[in-house]
């Protein structure tokens, strides 16, 4: 209980540092996003005017065709490259306009980030790694919230291990919980099962929707497998650098079950 109430305060902080006090609003807001690479012949517009917003606690999957811009989006969503014109509000930071070191705290403090292949430190143990935003940021962990952490990601027995002792699922799990050791505004998984079997994709798209769930966590998923797009509670579709559809789902997908899905224009 004593755990439960510190994880709420810190949560609570978190938005208020981003939205100020008592306001509500969307966590996310694009408007009229470009991202032009090259120039002359070689110049390709990547993303052509994208404007959407997400609402904290949506669970969001963008889809699209190779080619279309979804990792150009997650990169500038994650304020690891910077559009050609437009603005990236969240809560009621545009991320477009900070220097290169205050996006650098405002990513660790405000954005997690998950890859298909993990990323994992590989000479740092499962704890050092779970942890080691935190201590980028100069602080120390609290002990009891990184316990209750580390239980709900199931990986008790492992925190001493090196990445490379872990399977798949587990490499994977060690990363979503460094994605949200600092409670970020934003999740956002770039194929987080594109790597893994279907039973570890399973567990993956649990846990993330238990976050979702538990914490209101914001959940924005990169995806090409139509089993995770209707698992989540919206789907964006981008095609040819621009959205030409925008789901919100009456019914998804249960990874606990084999129900099918409906779909609500
Ligand atoms: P997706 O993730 O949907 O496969 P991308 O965002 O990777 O799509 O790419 C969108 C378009 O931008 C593609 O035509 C791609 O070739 C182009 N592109 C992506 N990154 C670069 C880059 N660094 N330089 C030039 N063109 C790029």
Redesign the pocket.
């Known amino acids: 209980m004593k755990v439960i109430l510190k994880y709420y305060l810190i949560l609570i902080n978190n938005r208020q540092a981003l939205y100020g006090k008592g306001a509500t609003m969307n966590i996310l807001e694009i408007k009229n996003l470009n991202k032009v ?2 120039s002359g012949e ?1 110049r ?1 517009d ?1 993303l052509k005017d994208v404007s959407f917003s997400i609402e904290e606690g949506e669970f969001v999957a963008i889809v ?11 990169h500038i969503l994650g304020g690891v490259d910077r559009p050609t014109s437009g603005e990236v509000l969240i809560g009621q930071t545009d991320i477009c306009k900070l220097s290169e070191t205050d996006l650098a705290i405002f990513r660790r403090r405000h954005i997690g980030l998950i890859y298909q292949f993990y990323n994992l430190i590989p000479i740092l143990t499962v704890e050092e790694n779970l942890t080691l935003p935190i201590l980028l940021d100069k602080r120390k962990p609290n002990k009891e919230l990184l316990n209750d952490l580390i239980e709900k990601l199931g990986l008790e027995e492992r925190i001493k291990h090196l990445p490379n002792q872990l399977s798949g699922g587990q490499q994977q799990r060690v990363s979503i919980g460094r994605a949200l050791i600092n409670h970020p505004a934003l999740l956002l998984a770039d194929e987080p099962t594109g790597n893994l079997d279907s039973e570890n994709t399973k567990e993956i798209m649990k846990l993330l929707r238990k976050f979702n769930k538990e914490a209101k966590q914001t959940v924005i998923i ?1 995806t090409h497998d139509e089993r995770i797009a209707l698992s989540a509670d919206r789907v964006i579709t ?1 095609e040819d ?1 621009m959205i030409t559809r925008d789901e919100a789902r009456i019914k998804t997908t249960n990874f606990n079950s084999d129900e099918k899905a409906e779909v609500r224009a």
């Not at 699209?64 to 989006?73: E, F, M």
Request: aromatic share 6%.
């Open positions: 690479y090259g070689t390709v990547a699209g065709p190779s080619g279309s811009g979804k990792s150009t989006l997650m990169i981008i650098g």
